[in-house]
């Protein structure tokens, strides 16, 4: 069967408006509107021959309104909850002891990083707590870290749990962070940070305020301690942490603490002997 249908007649512009199967109104082709042709806009479309006029230039500028310093600073961002704040943490110094110290590497840094952040602490009103790994073998804390320090409690097992009183008072404080430093990285700091971490504590670990005698068991430890749960950090970043603006005379005895430099004397290295704990 052949169909009496016949397919509109095609020229080189496609089908004419008249062989179309819907009602579609003629009007001439103006090159600056064609396009316009394709489109189903909401509005009508102009009569041939008159273009919609753009809206006055007045009508669309928007003049912003004058900033207030105020309201600026009362729009800022809140605080992020994983920064230490000189309000919520403690620094916890362990077992930087005159037997124990000649075998760590990087010893020298070790002790003067650790005492700027408790330079820094003193400044920003964070409390500080070391303790003593069984003292009466590997002596007391040295005494650049010591001073100003009372009543370091002694301990026989390598975690600082054995010293409860030291996190009962910051938790009395309102404390619930604490920046750990210490030595060994492996030993002591590790076990101490685990310790904390499962007892819901946030922990921080500055990275070049603690060490061990080898390298290895320094990398091992931060890796296992970040995966565990702790954050890293170093000195440097903790003090800004705790200071957290600039403008302030607290700030510019921080900045001073910061440009410090580590006094050059002896080497830093030393391998150690084969266990400091003998």
């Not at 026989?156 to 030291?166: K, Y």
């Not at 946030?202 to 702790?230: H, K």
Request: glycine letters at 6%; proline letters at 10%; a negative charge.
């Amino acid at each position: 069967m052949v169909s009496n249908f016949l397919p509109p007649a095609v020229h080189a512009f496609g089908p004419r408006d008249e062989d179309l199967p819907w009602s579609y109104p003629w009007r001439p082709v103006d090159a600056r509107t064609a396009h316009l042709d394709l489109v189903d806009y909401p509005f009508s479309v102009p009569e041939p021959g008159v273009h919609p006029q753009p809206p006055c230039p007045e009508e669309t500028i928007l003049v912003p309104e004058k900033s207030d310093p105020v309201s600026d600073r009362e729009a800022r961002l809140p605080r992020s909850p994983r920064l230490m704040s000189r309000n919520d943490t403690a620094l916890l110094v362990i077992d930087v002891q005159e037997r124990l110290l000649p075998s760590i590497r990087h010893r020298e840094a070790l002790v003067f990083n650790i005492g700027r952040l408790i330079r820094g602490a003193r400044v920003l009103g964070v409390p500080v707590a070391a303790t003593e790994q069984y003292p009466r073998g590997l002596g007391p804390t040295v005494a650049a870290i010591a001073e100003g320090l009372a009543d370091i409690p002694s301990k026989t097992l390598f975690s600082c749990g054995e010293c409860p009183g030291i996190f009962s008072r910051w938790r009395m404080e309102g404390r619930g962070r604490v920046l750990v430093t210490g030595i060994e990285a492996h030993v002591c700091v590790a076990q101490t940070v685990l310790d904390l971490l499962a007892d819901d504590w946030l922990v921080y670990v500055a990275v070049d305020a603690i060490s061990s005698r080898f390298p290895q068991d320094m990398e091992t430890a931060l890796r296992r301690l970040e995966c565990e749960g702790a954050i890293l950090t170093t000195v440097e970043a903790a003090l800004f942490e705790w200071c957290e603006q600039a403008g302030t005379s607290e700030f510019k005895q921080i900045s001073r603490l910061v440009r410090e430099e580590l006094p050059r004397g002896k080497p830093v290295e030393n391998s150690g002997p084969a266990s400091s704990f003998t």
